[in-house]
Every structure is written in structure tokens, then in C-alpha cells.
């Protein structure tokens, strides 16, 4: 029987309530700046530029900017963006006049990023409430997406990338960060709900 | 693909990250 979608949403909101209202509690994946730095190549003086609101509840899984920058004046769209660092790292790279829209299903991030955005005065963060699968932007309006550990949480991946191809201007990049199996799960675990959240 | 890395390492999960062969990757791509 596929997983129940919505089911699966749910509980991947408790999880990433939890980041955001806690992130150096321990989860089963690692979080924050310094694992950012140390395992995935984040630069660390440009980590330190941004608050800890921003970066403790970091939980990617590799760099998507790594992959190239957005220049000055660019709009990125950030799918499931989080706490938003890699949202915030590419407001600083769009600066004032371009924009970044930083979309999650979680409340709790959603409030959260919202928080960021008055602390930091980055006004050309927008954070929008949405799911990967049903982008909340507009076709063709956008120059990059990114996105770091979320594409794997979703059940119905051919409708995320459909939809990032949909939101990108002709020309527009995709770089993504994610986590990918070599060893097949079973039909029982693709099931198992616990086996996608942890 | 541009990197591939191990994103679990020492983490609570790398247990069940390395029984599926978990792997973490950059990749991008352009619309044409």
C-alpha cells in the first residue's frame, strides 16, 4: 500500500517543529553551522554572519551553493528552506535587489524564518507557506532553485521536479542537495513512515 | 552530479543511513 501522503506530512512537520523550537536537542541526522562547516564545506565566516536563529536548525545534507552562487538581483526559490540558511546565504548573494522566497510546509519554520527575516532586515526574504509538490510561485519566475535534504521526504518526486522546472525562467538552474539509496528498501519499509523520518 | 558525500556520519542515524547505503549529492542542472 503506497504511504499515506498526508500522514507522511504530518509527521514530518512534528519532526521539524522540534528543529525549530529546539535544534541542538540531537536528532538522528546532524544539524547546525558546525557540522555545516566541518562535513559539508560551508563557509565559516560567512556562517558567522548570519544569527543562530538562522543556523542552529540547519539540517541539510549537502551544499546546494556550493554548485554556483545567484548573482545580485536574482530571484532564488528555496524549497523547504527551513530555519533558512541556505536561504539567507542567498539573500546575501541576490543582496537588496533580488529576492529569495523561502517556501516550507512547517509552521513552526514559517514563524521562525519570519522571525529571521525582521532580525536580519533582509527584506528580500519572503517566506511562503507551500509544499514542494504545488510551488507557490508564479511560472518562469524564477532564476535558481535549491534545495538541501528535502526532495527524498517527498512521495511524489517526479511532481517536485515538474514543479521546479515550471517555476525556473528558460535558462533558470536547479541545484539541489539530497540523499540517495544504493541498497533498494523493501516494500515494507518504503511503508513505514519511521523509515522516512529518521 | 557535483559532490558525494556522507552526511550521516556520526550522527544517531548513521546505522540505518549505512544499512541503506545512504549517500549524500550536489547536483544541478539547467532549463534549457
Given at each position: 500500500m503506497p504511504i499515506d501522503a498526508e500522514r507522511l506530512r504530518e509527521e514530518i512537520r512534528k519532526v521539524y517543529t522540534d528543529v525549530a523550537h529546539d535544534p541542538k536537542r540531537g536528532y538522528h541526522f546532524h544539524t547546525g553551522p558546525e557540522y555545516a562547516a566541518e562535513l559539508l564545506g560551508y563557509p565559516r565566516e560567512e556562517l558567522a554572519l548570519l544569527p543562530d536563529s538562522v543556523t542552529?536548525?540547519?539540517a541539510g545534507v549537502g551544499n546546494p551553493l556550493a554548485m554556483g552562487r545567484p548573482r545580485p538581483g536574482e530571484a532564488v526559490l528555496d524549497v523547504?528552506?527551513?530555519?533558512?540558511?541556505?536561504?539567507?546565504?542567498?539573500a546575501r548573494y541576490v543582496g537588496p535587489a533580488g529576492r529569495v522566497i523561502a517556501v516550507d510546509m512547517t509552521p513552526a519554520m514559517l514563524e521562525?524564518?519570519?522571525?529571521?527575516v525582521a532580525l536580519t532586515g533582509?527584506?528580500?526574504?519572503?517566506?511562503?507557506?507551500?509544499?514542494?509538490?504545488?510551488?507557490?510561485?508564479?511560472?518562469?519566475s524564477?532564476?535558481?532553485?535549491?534545495s538541501n535534504g528535502v526532495i527524498n521526504l517527498s512521495p511524489d518526486k517526479d511532481?517536485?521536479?515538474?514543479?521546479?522546472?515550471?517555476v525556473l525562467r528558460p535558462e533558470g538552474r536547479l541545484q539541489?542537495?539530497?540523499?540517495?539509496?544504493h541498497k533498494d528498501i523493501p516494500p515494507a519499509g518504503r511503508e513505514d513512515i519511521a523509515i522516512w523520518t529518521a | 552530479m557535483v559532490w558525494r558525500g556522507k552526511p550521516f556520519a556520526g550522527a544517531a542515524g548513521q546505522r540505518k543511513a549505512d544499512k541503506f547505503e545512504v549517500e549524500?549529492?550536489?547536483v544541478r542542472a539547467r532549463k534549457p
Open positions: 542552529a536548525g540547519f523547504g528552506a527551513g530555519t533558512g540558511m541556505d536561504t539567507f546565504l542567498a521562525r524564518g519570519a522571525e529571521s533582509m527584506r528580500q526574504v519572503e517566506y511562503r507557506p507551500g509544499l514542494a509538490e504545488a510551488l507557490p510561485a508564479e511560472d518562469a524564477v532564476d535558481l532553485v535549491i511532481a517536485v521536479f515538474r514543479e521546479a522546472y515550471r539541489i542537495a539530497d540523499i540517495v539509496v | 549524500g549529492i550536489n
